[in-house]
C-alpha cells in the first residue's frame, strides 16, 4: 500500500471514529438511563427493582407502580418488553401508584449528577484524549513497530468504552459497535502480544493463526442482529457474548503467564501488571459474578473505568524504546500505592461504619483518594527534584554506580581520555549508543561536528547553555561538560524521539558532569606539570625550585611523623628509665638497690633497644641489601610468625633481582600484606607465595579471614591496600582482589621487572 492508500484509510478510520462517537453521544445526552426492572403481574407492568434509589426517593417512585406509557407511548406498544422486561432509558414515564394516583415522572441528567459524570464526562475527556493520543503516534511515531496495531487497539478499545451508554439504552447501532468493538480490542491485544513476542523472538504456537479471530467482531454483531429480529433470544446474547468476553480475556493472560514462566523476561512481566490492572475488577466483580451468580458485585460501568488505563498501558510501555525500564516505574508506583492504599481503606472504613453510603459509593470513594493520594506524592517528588535534588530510587544502586563512573575517571591522565570513559560510562548506564562529545574553539570559533550533528547544532543558543545542566530538544538531551579560556565541551545523547530520561538519570548526569569537570581542571593541571617536567628532562636542566621546595617539604614531614612517634615511644620509656636510676642514686634512704628492681630497669631498657631496633629495621631492612632480597624475608616471616596468632604458609622462589626499587618495593609490599593480615584478617592461615616468570614477579597473598568489601577498599585508610596499589601501579604493575564478608581475602599482583623501573618517565602513566 502506498504512502497517499495509508493517508487515506487512516483518516477514514479516524471519521468513522469520530462519527460513531458523535452519534453514541447524541443518544445517551438525549435520553438518560434509568434501569427499572419490571414485572408482569397480570396484564400490568409493575415495578420489580430501580438502580438509582435516589432518583426514585426524590420523584416517589416505589416499587409495586404500575408503569402505563413510556416517553407517551403505552408500554403494551413496546413487543420487547415481554421478553426483556426492562426499561432502560426514557425522557418520561407516567406511572400509577397505589393509592390510584395517576402522574407522570419527568427524568432528567439534573436528577442523576453521577451517570452525567460516568457517562457524559468522562467518556467524553477520553474520546478527546484518544484523537489526540492517535493523532500523535501516526504523526510522531511512524516508525514505532507495530503502530498500526497501537492505533486500532486504543480506538476499539475508546469506541467500546463510550458506546456503551448507548448499548445501555438497547440502540441498535450502539449495540452493535459495542459488542463488535469488545471483542476487536482483545483481538488486536492479542495481535499486538504476537508482534511483542516476535520481537523478543519469542516462539508462540497458540498465536500462530490469529488472523481467524478477526471474525469474532462479526460474530458478536450477528448475536446481537438475531435478538433484535428474534425478541425471544434477549438475554441469551448477552451471555454468549460474556462468554467469548471472558474466553479471550482468559486466553490472553494465560498466554502472557505461560511466556512469563518459561522466559522470567522482565519487559513481559511490566506489560503483564499493565493488563492485570484493567482487567482484574472487570473480571473478578462484573464478567464471574454475571455468569455464574447472574447478579453482578459491581456495575459494568465502573469496572469499565479502569478499561481506559489498557491502552495507555500498551501504549506506554511499548513506545520507550526501554520497555525495558519498567522496573523503576513499576516499584515506584507499587510503593506509592501502598502508601496510599493504607490511608485511603483507613478513610473508606471510617465513612463506611459512620456514613450510610453504599458499598459502590465506599468503593469509588476509595479509589478517588487512592488516586488523589499517588498525584500527590508524584507531585511533592517533583517538587523534591527540582528544588531540593532529592528522587525516589528504584534500585538504590545509583550512587553506588557514580561511584564507580568516578573510580574510572580517576584512573585516567588526559582530557580526551576522561571524555571518551564519560561518554562509554554514560553509553552503559542508560543503555543508549548514540552519545557525542562536541568541542567549541573559541580561539577559531567553529564546532568539531561530525556528519550525524552537521545539522542539530545551534550555535547561538548552544553556547549559552549553563555547566552542568541537561536540557532538552527535539533530538538530543544536552549538556555542557567544562568551560575554559580556550574551549568549551558539550555532551549530546541521541534520545531518537522515544527516550524519555528518569529524573534520577538526568541527576546522574548532572553529579557525572560535575565530577568530570573537576577531572578535567586537575587534569590540565598535571598535564602542564608532565609537560613542564618532560621539558626539562629532555633540555638536562635540574628540578625547578617548586619542586625541589616539595621534595624537602616532604622529606621533612615525615622526619615530623618519625620523630613525634620516637617521641611517644621510646624516648617515654628512657625518660621513666632515667627516672628510676636516678631515685636509686640519690634516694639515701635506700642503702643497697633491690636485684629485683634492677632486673626490672635492664628487661625496660632491653625492650627499648629492641623496639628502635624493629624501627631501624622497618625503615631500612639491615638484610634486604646484604643478603638479598629472601634472606630478608624469611627473617620477616620468623618475625611475623612469632606475633601473630596465624599459622603462616610460605612459598619463596630464589629471585635474582638488579633493580634495588623493586627489591623494597616488593619487601615493603609483603610486609605491609603481613601487617594487615595482622590487624585486620582475625585468619587462622595465611598463604603468601613469591615466584619470579619471564615477564616478571608475581606476589599471591590468601587467607580464610573475615574479608571485606572491595568496593571500600579505597575509602580505607587503615587497610593500606591503596598504598601497595600504588606500590605496584608505580613499577608498571597490576592488581587483582578478589573478596568477600566472612569468605577471605585473596590479592594477585604481578610486577614488571624493567631496567627502567628506576626512570621517572611520566609518559608512561
Not at 62 to 68: R, S
Not at 338 to 356: C, E, K, P, R, T
Not at 384 to 396: A, E, V, Y
Request: a negative charge; hydrophobic letters at 45%; one cysteine or more.
Amino acid at each position: 500500500m502506498h504512502f497517499g492508500d495509508k493517508l487515506k484509510a487512516y483518516y477514514l478510520l479516524l471519521l468513522t471514529y469520530i462519527l460513531s462517537g458523535i452519534y453514541v453521544f447524541s443518544i445517551v445526552l438525549n435520553t438518560p438511563l434509568i434501569d427499572i426492572s419490571l414485572n408482569q403481574v397480570n396484564s400490568n407492568y409493575v415495578i420489580q427493582d430501580m438502580t438509582y434509589s435516589k432518583w426514585a426517593q426524590k420523584h416517589d417512585v416505589n416499587e409495586g407502580d404500575i408503569i402505563l406509557q413510556i416517553n407517551g407511548i403505552p408500554i403494551h406498544q413496546f413487543t420487547q418488553i415481554e421478553y426483556d422486561p426492562y426499561i432502560r432509558a426514557a425522557e418520561t414515564i407516567l406511572i400509577k401508584s397505589g393509592d390510584e394516583n395517576i402522574r407522570e415522572v419527568p427524568i432528567h441528567y439534573k436528577d442523576l449528577p453521577e451517570q452525567w459524570i460516568m457517562q457524559v464526562v468522562i467518556p467524553s475527556l477520553y474520546f478527546i484524549l484518544s484523537i489526540i493520543t492517535v493523532l500523535y503516534l501516526y504523526i510522531k511515531k511512524q516508525n514505532i513497530p507495530s503502530i498500526r496495531l497501537l492505533i486500532g487497539f486504543n480506538l476499539a478499545v475508546s469506541l467500546a468504552y463510550i458506546s456503551s451508554g448507548a448499548s445501555a439504552r438497547m440502540d441498535m447501532l450502539g449495540v452493535f459497535v459495542n459488542s463488535g468493538c469488545l471483542l476487536l480490542s482483545l483481538v488486536l491485544l492479542l495481535h499486538f502480544i504476537k508482534h511483542y513476542l516476535h520481537f523478543w523472538n519469542i516462539p508462540n504456537k497458540l498465536l500462530s493463526n490469529i488472523k481467524y479471530l478477526y471474525i469474532l467482531p462479526f460474530v458478536a454483531i450477528f448475536i446481537r442482529c438475531c435478538r433484535f429480529i428474534y425478541p425471544p433470544f434477549a438475554g441469551t446474547d448477552s451471555f454468549i457474548i460474556l462468554i467469548l468476553l471472558s474466553v479471550l480475556v482468559i486466553n490472553t493472560l494465560s498466554i502472557f503467564a505461560v511466556i512469563y514462566v518459561k522466559t522470567r523476561l522482565l519487559q513481559l512481566k511490566s506489560l503483564f501488571i499493565g493488563l492485570i490492572i484493567p482487567f482484574t475488577p472487570f473480571i473478578l466483580l462484573f464478567l464471574l459474578p454475571e455468569i455464574l451468580l447472574g447478579k453482578y458485585i459491581l456495575s459494568a460501568e465502573i469496572c469499565t473505568v479502569f478499561f481506559l488505563l489498557l491502552p495507555f498501558n500498551v501504549i506506554f510501555f511499548h513506545l520507550t524504546e526501554r520497555l525495558y525500564d519498567f522496573t523503576y516505574h513499576i516499584t515506584r508506583i507499587r510503593y506509592y500505592l501502598i502508601i496510599a492504599m493504607f490511608f485511603s481503606v483507613w478513610i473508606a472504613s471510617g465513612l463506611y461504619l459512620f456514613i450510610d453510603l453504599k458499598i459502590s459509593e465506599v468503593i469509588l470513594t476509595f479509589l478517588f483518594i487512592t488516586l488523589s493520594l499517588i498525584i500527590l506524592l508524584y507531585i511533592k517528588e517533583n517538587f523534591d527534584f527540582h528544588g531540593r535534588k532529592i528522587l525516589f530510587s528504584s534500585k538504590g544502586n545509583y550512587i553506588h554506580q557514580l561511584y564507580q563512573t568516578i573510580q574510572k575517571l580517576g584512573t585516567v591522565y588526559s582530557i580526551n581520555e576522561l571524555l571518551t570513559v564519560l561518554s562509554q560510562e554514560i553509553s552503559n548506564h542508560l543503555e543508549i549508543d548514540n552519545i557525542y562529545i562536541v568541542i567549541y574553539d573559541f580561539k577559531n570559533k567553529e564546532f568539531s561536528k561530525n556528519d550525524h550533528l552537521a545539522h542539530s547544532i545551534d550555535d547561538r543558543n548552544l553556547l549559552l547553555l549553563p555547566t552542568g545542566t541537561v536540557v532538552k530538544n527535539k533530538q538530543f538531551y544536552l549538556a555542557t561538560i567544562h568551560e575554559d579560556v580556550n574551549f568549551k565541551r558539550f555532551l549530546f545523547i541521541d534520545h531518537n524521539k522515544n527516550i524519555r530520561l528518569k529524573p534520577e538519570e538526568l541527576l546522574w548526569i548532572e553529579l557525572s558532569l560535575a565530577y568530570t569537570s573537576i577531572f578535567i581542571e586537575n587534569t590540565k593541571i598535571i598535564e602542564e606539570l608532565i609537560a613542564e617536567l618532560n621539558l626539562l628532562k629532555q633540555e638536562h636542566i635540574n628540578e625547578p625550585s617548586w619542586m625541589k621546595k616539595l621534595l624537602w617539604f616532604k622529606i621533612e614531614n615525615e622526619k615530623f611523623i618519625l620523630a613525634q612517634d620516637l617521641h611517644d615511644t621510646i624516648l617515654q620509656e628512657n625518660i621513666s628509665i632515667a627516672r628510676q636510676l636516678d631515685k636509686l642514686i640519690y634516694d639515701t634512704t635506700q642503702q643497697h638497690a633491690k636485684p629485683e628492681h634492677l632486673a626490672d630497669i635492664h628487661y625496660q631498657m632491653l625492650h627499648s633497644i629492641q623496639q628502635l631496633r624493629l624501627y631501624c629495621e622497618t625503615l631500612k631492612p639491615p638484610l634486604l641489601f646484604q643478603m638479598g632480597l629472601n634472606t630478608a624475608l624469611e627473617r620477616l616471616f620468623e618475625k611475623i610468625q612469632s606475633q601473630a596468632h596465624f599459622t603462616l604458609d610460605t612459598t619463596i622462589d630464589r629471585m635474582y633481582l638488579e633493580n634495588d626499587q623493586a627489591i623494597l618495593s616488593i619487601y615493603r609490599i609483603i610486609q605491609e600484606l603481613l601487617n594487615n593480615a595482622i590487624k585486620h584478617s582475625e585468619a587462622s592461615l595465611v598463604t603468601i607465595s613469591v615466584f619470579e616468570s619471564v615477564q616478571g614477579i608475581e606476589i599471591i597473598y590468601q587467607d580464610n579471614g573475615v574479608g571485606c568489601d572491595i568496593s571500600m577498599l579505597d575509602q580505607s585508610e587503615t587497610l593500606g591496600v591503596y598504598g601497595i596499589k600504588e606500590r605496584v601501579h608505580a613499577l608498571n604493575g597490576e592488581v587483582l582482589i578478589k573478596s568477600n564478608k566472612n569468605k577471605g581475602f585473596s590479592m594477585k599482583l604481578f610486577i614488571k621487572e624493567s631496567e627502567n623501573s628506576n626512570d621517572f618517565n611520566f609518559n608512561n602513566r
